[in-house]
């Protein structure tokens, strides 16, 4: 892999290699912008099959956050940490070594959960550092962000149903949520509450038989998700399950999930699906509610702040749809336009000095 051109071509900032053996780290922290301030973005741990897709990984998902939080109006610029290896690796010393890395940035890049991570993880990474979000209450924190993730993506998803069927309400409506992680179950149990019916699918039947267990619904097998009878596709777990294979068996009219870089390729997907008729609210918008949650914390405002600061990216989401089909672009290219006009303009603010 040319690794600075891969750099160039998503305009990142800095790439950091992270190595310790003592405790089997492997990490890599990718800072994409810190034009908003500084740059924010969870660590996650991952079994990755070679160096290249960690890198490629970390790359893609730090831009998002910049995107994510540019869209959301926050003072944060983007970031995102892998540590490559499957949970067994988790330890400690394993986090309290990844700790001491993030505060060599001297602040340059705040970690937080991601996925296979933890709010006891962010606790030992607090140890090291205070460059970290998510820790729980008695260590400081604000603890696990999930329920204000899914929060912001339940609203989305009674955004693009509001300008699809003409209202907000999901009662009664089919979602079919794939991953029963932190967040997918958290969006379960809002859609459960407001009277949605669901489909599952996931690769742990342990997480399957829970949800099953606790909201009722219907299991879908392996690739017959994307061919379900539903009103809303919510992906909440890994990245490019939207692409040109998939694309094509997909009959819900909306694509609303949590998931990180649900398209496989942006800007080809992104027109397959609209010239599908297929509404698809961007992941990096519908998926602020962690990153809000994160600015609560650091601000000291109230977990019901961040509650009801997520729960805005209802018109967020409406605004992303109307301004792609003023401009008949695709969804994903208007919150892009958003997020580099606020990015751009904040930038030029900034050239004013203030001692």
């Not at 997480?207 to 619904?217: H, N």
């Not at 949650?293 to 600061?309: F, H, I, K, L, Q």
């Amino acid at each position: 892999m040319a690794i600075f051109s891969e750099m160039a071509n998503l305009e990142h900032e800095q790439l950091v290699f992270c190595r310790n053996d003592d405790v089997g780290l492997r990490a890599i922290i990718a800072i994409h912008s810190t034009a908003l301030g500084p740059a924010l973005g969870g660590c996650r741990l991952y079994n990755y099959a070679n160096e290249d897709d960690a890198v490629r990984d970390v790359l893609r998902l730090s831009r998002g956050m910049t995107y994510k939080a540019a869209v959301a109006g926050l003072d944060f610029g983007g970031g995102k940490a892998v540590i490559i290896g499957d949970p067994s690796i988790k330890s400690e010393p394993l986090f309290r070594a990844f700790g001491r890395f993030v505060e060599s940035l001297r602040g340059r890049y705040i970690t937080a959960e991601d996925m296979n991570t933890t709010v006891e993880d962010m606790n030992h990474i607090r140890r090291e550092t205070n460059h970290v979000n998510g820790a729980s209450l008695h260590a400081g924190g604000s603890g696990d962000p999930s329920p204000v993730t899914a929060w912001g993506v339940f609203h989305g998803i009674r955004a693009c149903l509001e300008v699809v069927h003409g209202s907000p309400d999901v009662s009664g409506r089919t979602v079919a949520i794939q991953g029963l992680g932190a967040v997918g179950f958290e969006l379960a149990r809002y859609l459960h509450e407001a009277g949605a019916q669901l489909l599952f699918n996931d690769i742990s039947d342990r997480k399957l038989t829970r949800a099953i267990e606790t909201f009722g619904g219907t299991v879908v097998d392996g690739d017959d998700y994307y061919s379900s009878e539903c009103d809303v596709l919510a992906p909440c777990a890994i990245g490019g399950i939207i692409n040109a294979a998939t694309i094509p068996r997909i009959r819900a009219p909306i694509i609303a999930g949590a998931a990180n870089n649900q398209l496989d390729d942006e800007a080809r997907d992104g027109e397959q699906l609209e010239a599908a008729g297929i509404v698809y609210a961007p992941d990096y918008v519908i998926s602020a509610g962690g990153l809000i949650n994160v600015a609560a914390e650091r601000s000291g405002a109230s977990a019901e702040a961040a509650m009801s600061d997520a729960a805005g990216i209802f018109d967020t989401v409406k605004q992303i749809i109307n301004l792609s089909r003023a401009g008949r672009i695709t969804t994903t290219a208007a919150s892009n336009q958003v997020a580099e006009q606020r990015i751009d303009a904040v930038s030029r603010l900034r050239r004013f000095h203030l001692p």
